[in-house]
């Protein structure tokens, strides 16, 4: 697969003479919206997602990796934040849970599907746990039970016993692909 | 916040180099996701990094003029598995590194990182060992090349010399042509796990199927560091495909593992399952390499 480029000019790590602290400026594309802060070098992505942004639906969990509480869609690809430089960020395409918002405040399909199916308890795992279900239904492909079980494997869930997290995202799923058939019917007839 | 002293981010393979001449102290992070643990640890706490996870150069698959396949170094776990050269090639290196830890894990781990730590638990270094992949490493001096087997020293030690960065992965036309393998992780979860063993084949049949012009076996966690089990392989060259046949080259396998007691499992189950493993490997190489038992 082709790796993308980025589409703003790197930029270079820079030391403060006083502290001798390293930042380095970090453009991004975060939820649409293009944004950029000096970030210290030793912050992790989950850091400035949550100091810089505000950005609280990424949790801190394990911070080792384990988890996927602090999960996030970078270039299209899921990975724990936590476990991941924020200096690397640099003129990526950064997606989390407050993204999926619609204009008036509305929730996405897959959020009040959780909501529907009881897969939401404490909620403390389900931010992390959706994203992955948008990389999932995004990529408009059916997946059996097993598929979707291997596809959410990097989340731990102390409350639902999974059960639910995956009724959610199969149904979500099924009304996804129909809705899309019924569309292509529509445009044949 | 990381407990790190400083990091610097390389812009090229070349820079690279400069930089860790630069600092000789200074460790290499890929993706980071061995590092960036070990710092929160405490392991590598107060350490100085070279980034390398921004050169692109260092991605994805290619074929060349020869035939070798060349992995680049960067290449991560989920686009190795989606790649269609090794799909085409070497399926079962795909396969393998799906095992990895859980979907965001194989999007953050790079196989350069996961040859590079010297663990005998990566799932990607067994498969690597079967297929006598060669390790492209990048220096002042220029690129060498090395054998894989050579490449581990001990366990967590690589021969990388100071200031050499693993640029590729490279398997060679003669390693791959003809050849089908299996790769089986034993853990105690699908998922999220580390194995207990890793037991990864591959065969030559000949043109009728009937014998094994070539059998080659790899183990992760029979050691100290990945390994081939070259009495077992030779044991099995040249032998009829047979049901009887492939328990004997799996029982051979116990002249060459040394496995250990860890709270994972026992030594004497380590055994077992280094014979148990490579039976099944072979049963279904056979069959991915068209034969029959
Ligand atoms: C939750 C979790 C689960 C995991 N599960 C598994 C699993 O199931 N199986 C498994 O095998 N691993 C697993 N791992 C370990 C890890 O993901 C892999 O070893 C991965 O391949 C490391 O690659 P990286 O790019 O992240 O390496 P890094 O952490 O960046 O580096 C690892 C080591 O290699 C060196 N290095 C990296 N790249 C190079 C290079 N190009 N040249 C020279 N030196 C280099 C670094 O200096 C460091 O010593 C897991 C990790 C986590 C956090
Ligand atoms: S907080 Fe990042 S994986 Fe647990
Ligand atoms: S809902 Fe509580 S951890 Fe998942």
Redesign the interface.
């Known amino acids: 697969m082709e790796e993308k480029k980025n589409p703003v000019m790197k930029h270079a790590v820079m030391t403060d003479p006083g502290s001798g602290k390293q930042y380095k400026l970090v453009r991004c594309r975060i939820n649409g919206v293009e944004r950029e802060t000096m970030v210290d070098v030793r912050a992790s992505l989950t850091d400035m997602l949550r100091n810089d942004y505000s950005l609280s639906s990424v949790k801190k969990g394990c911070e080792v990796g384990e988890c996927g509480a602090c999960n996030v869609i970078i270039d299209g690809e899921c990975y724990n934040s936590c476990i991941y430089l924020a200096v690397w960020a640099d003129g990526k395409d950064i997606r989390t849970l407050e993204g999926l918002m619609g204009p008036n405040g509305e929730l996405s399909d897959i959020q009040q599907a959780f909501i529907d199916e009881a897969a939401v308890q404490c909620g403390f795992c389900t931010p992390g746990v959706i994203m992955s279900a948008v990389e999932i239904l995004e990529s408009g492909k059916e997946y059996t039970r097993d598929e979707l079980r291997k596809l959410l494997s990097g989340h731990l869930c102390r409350c639902t016993g999974y059960e639910n997290i995956l009724n959610a995202v199969e149904k979500t799923m099924k009304k996804r692909l129909s809705e899309k058939e019924a569309a292509a019917g529509q445009t044949a007839e | ?4 002293k ?4 390389a ?1 090229s393979v070349q820079d690279a180099v400069r930089l860790l001449e630069e600092h000789p102290e200074a460790q290499i ?1 890929a993706g ?2 061995d590092v ?2 070990q710092m ?2 405490g392991k590598r706490a107060g350490v100085e990094l070279v ?1 390398i ?2 050169l ?1 150069e260092l ?2 698959v290619k074929l060349e003029e020869d035939g070798t396949l060349r992995i680049g170094s960067l290449t991560s776990f ?2 190795i598995t ?2 269609p050269l090794i799909q085409k090639y070497i399926n079962v290196l795909g396969e393998a590194v799906d095992m990895v ?5 194989r ?2 781990g790079t196989i350069g990182g996961n040859t590079c730590n010297g663990v005998t638990s990566a799932d990607s270094a067994s498969t690597l060992h079967a297929w006598d992949a060669v390790i492209e490493l990048t220096g002042p001096q220029g690129v060498r090349l090395t054998p894989i087997k050579d490449f581990y020293i001990k366990a967590g030690k690589v021969d990388l010399r100071p200031a050499e960065i693993q640029t590729g992965i490279l398997i060679r036309k003669e390693s791959y042509e003809g050849y089908a393998g299996h790769y089986i992780k034993y853990a105690m979860r ?3 796990d580390i194995a207990t063993l890793g037991c990864s084949v591959n065969v030559k049949l000949s043109a009728d199927k009937k014998v094994f012009e070539d059998v080659r076996i790899a183990y992760g966690v029979a050691g100290p560091v990945p390994m081939r089990a070259v009495h077992a392989e030779e044991a099995g060259r040249g032998l009829e495909v047979t049901d009887g046949n492939i328990e004997k080259i799996g029982d051979t396998v116990l002249e060459d593992v040394t496995p250990r007691d860890s709270w994972r499992a026992s030594k004497a189950f380590r055994e077992h399952i280094s014979k148990v493993l490579c039976k099944r490997a072979l049963r279904e190489a056979v069959l991915r390499a068209g034969g029959a038992v």
């Open positions: 916040m990381y407990d790190m400083a990091l610097y981010e812009e992070i980071g996701s960036l643990v929160r640890e980034s996870y921004g692109d991605r994805g989920s686009h989606k790649d830890g859980g979907p965001q894990i999007n953050i699908n998922a999220m």
